[in-house]
């Protein structure tokens, strides 16, 4: 089993940044691919970006050239959000791939308004 904790969501003015962490514990030993995913109310979740094992890096249009996705080996999963719009607002959640099982955190909600 792998658990994962989500933290660094909050309220942020349009342009600002934030920087959410996922710190995974467990039989993290194996896991692969990790990823932030968000769902905004009403919506479907959707894929933010992912990270390999190997450090290979895949974002969604709309957050290229803001977001950055980053991990500290298995432990820790990092986005680092900038130049943030209201329609970024959404409850963000990490995932990570171990032996064909997809692990999910609880989620931080991030909230993009002034």
């Known amino acids: 089993q792998v658990r994962l904790v989500e933290s660094g969501g909050g309220l942020v003015q349009p342009g600002g940044s934030l920087r959410l962490s996922c710190a995974a514990s467990?039989?993290?030993?194996?896991?692969?691919?990790m990823g932030w995913y968000r769902q905004a109310p009403g919506k479907q979740r959707e894929l933010v970006a992912v990270?390999?094992?190997?450090?290979?890096t895949n974002y969604v249009d709309s957050v290229k050239g803001r977001f950055t996705i980053s991990r500290d080996n298995a432990k820790s999963l990092y986005l680092q959000m900038n130049t943030l719009k209201p329609e970024d607002t959404a409850a963000y959640y990490c995932?990570?791939?171990?032996?064909?099982?997809?692990?999910w955190g609880k989620g931080t909600l991030v909230t993009v308004s002034s």
């Open positions: 995932s990570a791939d171990q032996y064909g099982m997809r692990y």
């Open positions: 990270i390999t094992g190997g450090g290979r």
């Open positions: 467990g039989m993290i030993f194996s896991i692969n691919t």
